[in-house]
């Protein structure tokens, strides 16, 4: 297939874009390379993309509406998986426009792009961030969603939502995907267990928001990537006769962690013990998440089970790698 892949220099946009030149797909990835995370780690991703055969890399917002028509304008796609959007949840309260630009703007010209194109499949990244503050565990995709807490989790949900129009309005197949806190090799230098794992090794005392009692369902990045390309080879149908195109599934472990175990994980594999600030709770923040992947594995034949040691071992090994740490 030729693909579009947007955030091509995120951290699961070049994982995904790995999985798919291994296969055979031909893959043109965009990136807008902004600064909210080092720029550096971004261009060192695309490193390990270009040059091989298959792949083209362009320097395109999504938020360019000019840029992204003449994108796919003068490019044929059979499907489009959209990775691209601005991340944090912390962030969206100091830096709201951008979210709005990237996330609602962006996804639009994505949507467009696509109807104008009928293209085969699209399949964008949604977040659990769109659950709330909902209590009721594990988080189902059948669950009222109508509550967020951070404008980031409010621009994933209007995502699904405009992605329902479209594929009512113009039968265009997407499928909503809601990552559940992704980690791995390459991963982005704001979340916990990167400012942990820094933290750490430089003797510094790490931040333990809500005082330690939070639970997250950590997803390992490959088991993420094989969720995106099983979903992306099965387009979406509808739920019921003369009903939209239409899917949304979480990609979560299934098995959320103590959050202090979470950090005796990354002790055990750094071989040093963490100085422990204990702080609040954050606003935007919530206490605990918690996937139910049963749909996803009725639909695709697949659910996350990577063991978390196992996956911050490599994490570990991949920090001392990149940073000669």
């Not at 091509?8 to 030149?21: E, N, P, S, V």
Request: aromatic letters at 12%; glycine letters at 8%.
């Amino acid at each position: 297939m030729h693909i579009l892949l947007t955030g091509a220099a995120g951290f699961i946009g070049m994982h995904t874009a790995q999985r798919l030149l291994a296969r055979g797909d031909t893959v043109v990835g965009i990136d807008n390379l902004n600064d909210y995370y080092d720029v550096a780690l971004k261009q060192a991703r695309l490193q390990t993309l270009e040059g091989q055969s298959g792949f083209q890399f362009m320097p395109v917002d999504v938020a360019d509406r000019q840029a992204m028509a003449q994108l796919f304008d003068t490019q044929h796609f059979d499907a489009v998986v959209h990775l691209a959007a601005q991340a944090g949840v912390r962030y969206s309260i100091s830096h709201p426009l951008a979210y709005i630009d990237s996330n609602l703007t962006g996804f639009g010209h994505i949507l467009e792009g696509c109807r104008a194109q009928k293209v085969r499949h699209l399949v964008y990244a949604s977040s659990s961030s769109v659950y709330g503050g909902n209590t009721k565990m594990p988080f189902e995709e059948t669950d009222a969603v109508d509550s967020p807490v951070s404008l980031y989790a409010a621009t994933k949900k209007a995502n699904e939502l405009m992605a329902h129009t479209y594929s009512h309005l113009y039968q265009l197949p997407t499928t909503g995907l809601r990552f559940f806190t992704v980690y791995g090799p390459w991963g982005r230098p704001d979340m916990a267990y990167f400012l942990f794992t820094k933290a750490v090794l430089a003797g510094q005392p790490i931040q333990v928001f809500n005082h330690g009692q939070m639970k997250r369902d950590f997803t390992y990045i490959d088991d993420i990537v094989e969720g995106v390309l099983r979903v992306l080879d099965k387009p979406a149908t509808p739920q019921a006769p003369g009903g939209p195109p239409y899917r949304i599934f979480n990609i979560g472990n299934n098995d959320p962690v103590a959050l202090m175990d979470f950090i005796g994980c990354l002790e055990k594999a750094l071989g040093k013990s963490a100085v422990k600030t204990f702080l609040p709770m954050q606003d935007g923040d919530v206490p605990a998440t918690y996937a139910s992947t049963d749909a996803l594995r009725d639909w695709v034949g697949f659910s996350p089970s990577t063991p978390l040691q196992q996956g911050i071992d490599r994490f570990v090994a991949w920090y001392h790698r990149y940073y000669k740490a």
